[in-house]
C-alpha cells in the first residue's frame, strides 16, 4: 500500500473512531452532528498524518516504539479536532469524554492494523491466535539451541531471515537466572548457562538433542570451556555465531546469517570491538594497493578494504596459486568493485617501480615478506632480499608514484630480535621509514604478534597432529606467544593506519596492537586436544621437542630502546627514547650484494650487526659500513 493509500486508511479510521467512541462512551444516538464531528475529526487525523507522517513506519515491522508513535498521532488528532471546532463549528465537539474515547479508539484501531498486517507478514497469525503452548518444531529442520539474553535471543528470532540455513529453534540459555521461563516468540528459556549441562540432559530425556547450538556473542561463548565446547563438537552438535558486516561484504542479503565457529575463535580471548567509520574513512573513494595480497594478513586486509568501499585495489603478490584465489574471491563477494591482480615480486625494484606508477595507489599495505622462523634461519640471504630490500623497494616506489600513505605490516618478533627473521623486519622499519619518510607521503609502522590460523601458525599444525592421533610436538614447555585472529589483527591495523592518517604529525614511533595476556603454547596444546573431545596424556600425547634456532620463549611488542605509550583503545604506540640512525644506501648495497652471492655467514653478520646500532640509546648517526 502506498502513502497516499495509508493516510486515506488513517483518516478512515479516525473517522470511524469518533463514531465508535461517541455510540459507546456517551450512548449517544448517530446524528447529522454525529457525521459531521466525525468528519472534523477525520480532518484534524489528515492534518496530523500531513504534519507528522506517520505512515513511512512500514506496518510490517511495527514496533514499541511504533505503537506510542500512533498513540501521540491520536493524541495530537483529538488536540486539532477540539482547535478546528471551536474555531468552524462550536459546540459541535461533543464533549471531553466523546474525544477521549474517539482517541483512545482511534489509537487501538492504528495498532491493531499493525499487528494484523505484521503477522500476515511473518505468517503467523493463526498460530498466534490458535497455539496454547510454545511453537511446534517443524520435524524436518534441525533443531536449534540459542545460548544469549533473552534480549539477544528475541532481536534474533525477530528478524524473517534470522534463521539463515533455517533451523527449529528448541530453546534459549540465558545468562541470567531471572530469565528462566520466559517465552520469547513461541520459544522458551530453559535455563541459565550455569545449568547448562542439565538443560542439555532434559532435552535428551524429551527426545529434542540440539543439532546446532548458536551463540549470540563471544562473552556467551567465552562462559563455556573448552573441554565442553570439544564434548559437544564430538556428538556431533555444529556450534554457530552470526556472520560480521565485513564478513557478509557488501551482498549482506543473500549472505546466510549463521556460520560455523572456527576452531581459531574458540582458542582466542574476546576481539576488541572497534568503531568501523575511523577505517571506511581512511579507504573510502582512494586507490589502496596491498603487497602480500594472497597471504594470511594481506588476503584479510583485501577484504575489509573492499568491505570499507575503496574505489579501486590492487592486489600484488608473488604466489600465482595465492593471487588467483585472493582475486577469485573479491570478484565474486564485491562484483562491482575496481580492481587488479598483479603478479610481482617486491625484491624486482624496477616491476615495482613500473607497479606502482601504472596503479597510483593513494595509500599502500606493505605485508608482503617472509615469515616463517626456521625458514628464513635457514634461508637467510632470501629472508633479507625480501623483507629487507623489498621494503626499500616498495617505500621508494611508494615516494615516487606520489601515495599518501604507506603503511608497513612488522611483527613482535622484531623486538630484541634473535632470529633473521626477526632482524630483517626490525631494519624493514628503519628502511620503510627512512626511504618512505621526510615528504609528504606519511609512513605507518604496526607490529604485533602471532595471528590464529595464519600460514606457519601453530594452530593447523597441532590440527593435523591431532587428527593423525598424534602426537602433539611444542618446542618447550614454557614457550609463550601473543594471539588474535587474524580478523582482529586487520582490524586493528587498518584502526592504526586511520589514527595515523588524520593525526596532525606524523608517528616517531612503532604502532603496536593491545594483544592481551600472552599463551603459553603447552595450554593453547591442551585447549585444542580438548576441543577435540579427547584427554591430553591419554588420548593425545604431548611431546616436547627442544627450541629451533632462532626462536625465543617469550616474545615483547616494545624493546629496550623504546617507550610505550596508549595512543586508544587496543592500539599502543613504541617511541624510541632518541633518533634512529641512518641506515646508508652503502650499506644496504653492501648488503644486497652478500646476498646476491649468497654468503649466509656475512649477511648475518652484517644484519644482526644492524640491529645492534638501531636499538643503540645513544645520540643520532650514520651507520657506517664497514670493512670486510
Not at 88 to 98: E, F, K, M, W
Not at 292 to 307: H, P, V
Not at 319 to 336: C, K, M, V
Not at 352 to 362: K, L, N, S
Amino acid at each position: 500500500m502506498g502513502h497516499a493509500g495509508k493516510i486515506a486508511t488513517h483518516v478512515l479510521l479516525a473517522f470511524l473512531a469518533l463514531l465508535v467512541g461517541r455510540y459507546l462512551v456517551i450512548d449517544m444516538p448517530f446524528t447529522r452532528d454525529t457525521l459531521l464531528q466525525a468528519a472534523y475529526y477525520g480532518l484534524g487525523a489528515l492534518i496530523v498524518e500531513l504534519l507528522f507522517r506517520v505512515e513511512r513506519a512500514p506496518w510490517r515491522f511495527v514496533s514499541a516504539s511504533d505503537h506510542l508513535r500512533l498513540l501521540r498521532s491520536a493524541v495530537l488528532t483529538a488536540a486539532t479536532f477540539m482547535v478546528i471546532t471551536r474555531l468552524v463549528h462550536p459546540g459541535i465537539d461533543g464533549g471531553l469524554r466523546t474525544v477521549a474515547g474517539a482517541a483512545l479508539f482511534q489509537a487501538t484501531f492504528l495498532s491493531a492494523l499493525r499487528v494484523f498486517r505484521r503477522s500476515v507478514h511473518e505468517r503467523m497469525l493463526l498460530d498466534s491466535v490458535l497455539r496454547l503452548g510454545p511453537a511446534a518444531l517443524h520435524p524436518a529442520l534441525p533443531r536449534l539451541l540459542i545460548v544469549g539474553s533473552a534480549n539477544e535471543a528475541e532481536a534474533f528470532l525477530r528478524a524473517p531471515a534470522g534463521l539463515g540455513e533455517r533451523y527449529a529453534p528448541i530453546g534459549v540459555v540465558s545468562p541470567l537466572d531471572r530469565e528462566t521461563g520466559d517465552e520469547l516468540r513461541g520459544v522458551c528459556v530453559l535455563g541459565a548457562i550455569a545449568d547448562f549441562d542439565s538443560v542439555l540432559a532434559r532435552l535428551r530425556d524429551s527426545g529434542l538433542p540440539p543439532s546446532a547450538i548458536l551463540f549470540l556473542t563471544d562473552s556467551a561463548m567465552s562462559i563455556f570451556g573448552a573441554e565442553r565446547l570439544g564434548r559437544l563438537k564430538t556428538e556431533g552438535v555444529r556450534l554457530l555465531r552470526r556472520h560480521g558486516v565485513v564478513e557478509m561484504g557488501a551482498d549482506a542479503h543473500a549472505a546466510p546469517m549463521l556460520r560455523e565457529i572456527s576452531i581459531e575463535e574458540l582458542l582466542s580471548r574476546p576481539p576488541v570491538r572497534l568503531d568501523p567509520e575511523p577505517v571506511r574513512a581512511l579507504v573510502s573513494g582512494r586507490r589502496v594497493l596491498v603487497t602480500g595480497a594472497g597471504g594470511s594478513i594481506g588476503s584479510e586486509l583485501c577484504r575489509q578494504i573492499a568491505a570499507s568501499g575503496c574505489a579501486h585495489l590492487t592486489m600484488v603478490d608473488a604466489s600465482e596459486y595465492n593471487l588467483f584465489h585472493i582475486d577469485r574471491e573479491i570478484a565474486q563477494t564485491w562484483p562491482g568493485l575496481a580492481r587488479k591482480e598483479v603478479l610481482c615480486d617486491v625484491r624486482d625494484a624496477a616491476r615495482v617501480d613500473r607497479v606502482f606508477d601504472e596503479q597510483r595507489p593513494d595509500i599502500i599495505f606493505h605485508a608482503a615478506a617472509l615469515k616463517h622462523v626456521t625458514l628464513v634461519e635457514n634461508h637467510p640471504c632470501e629472508g633479507v632480499r625480501t623483507n629487507v630490500l623489498g621494503t626499500r623497494n616498495v617505500a621508494l616506489a611508494a615516494k615516487a608514484c606520489g601515495a599518501a600513505h604507506l603503511a608497513l605490516i612488522s611483527t613482535d618478533k622484531a623486538v630484541a630480535p634473535t632470529s633473521v627473521m626477526g632482524a630483517a623486519k626490525r631494519v624493514a622499519e628503519a628502511v620503510a621509514r627512512q626511504y618512505g619518510g621526510g615528504g609528504e607521503m606519511r609512513v605507518s609502522i604496526v607490529r604485533f604478534g602471532n595471528v590464529l590460523g595464519s600460514a606457519g601458525s601453530v594452530v593447523p599444525i597441532f590440527k593435523q597432529q591431532i587428527a593423525r592421533g598424534g602426537p602433539v610436538t611444542l618446542t618447550h614447555a614454557e614457550v609463550e606467544r601473543y594471539f588474535m585472529t587474524i580478523p582482529e589483527a586487520v582490524q586493528l591495523v587498518l584502526r592504526a593506519v586511520a589514527l595515523s592518517r588524520i593525526a596532525s604529525e606524523p608517528e616517531d614511533g612503532v604502532l603496536t596492537l593491545e594483544m592481551g595476556e600472552p599463551v603459553k603454547i603447552m595450554d593453547l596444546a591442551k585447549r585444542m586436544i580438548e576441543l577435540q573431545g579427547l584427554t591430553p596424556g591419554r588420548d593425545i600425547e604431548i611431546e616436547i621437542t627442544g627450541l629451533r634456532p632462532g626462536e625465543k620463549l617469550t616474545e615483547t611488542l616494545v624493546d629496550v630502546n623504546e617507550i610505550a605509550r596508549p595512543k586508544a583503545p587496543g592500539i599502543m604506540e613504541a617511541v624510541p627514547l632518541s633518533p634512529l640512525p641512518t641506515i646508508t644506501e652503502e650499506r644496504l648495497a653492501a648488503l644486497d650484494g652478500l646476498a646476491e652471492i649468497g654468503d649466509e655467514t656475512a649477511v648475518r653478520d652484517q644484519l644482526f650487526g644492524l640491529v645492534e646500532e638501531l636499538r643503540q640509546t645513544g645520540p643520532s648517526k650514520v651507520v657506517k659500513i664497514r670493512a670486510s
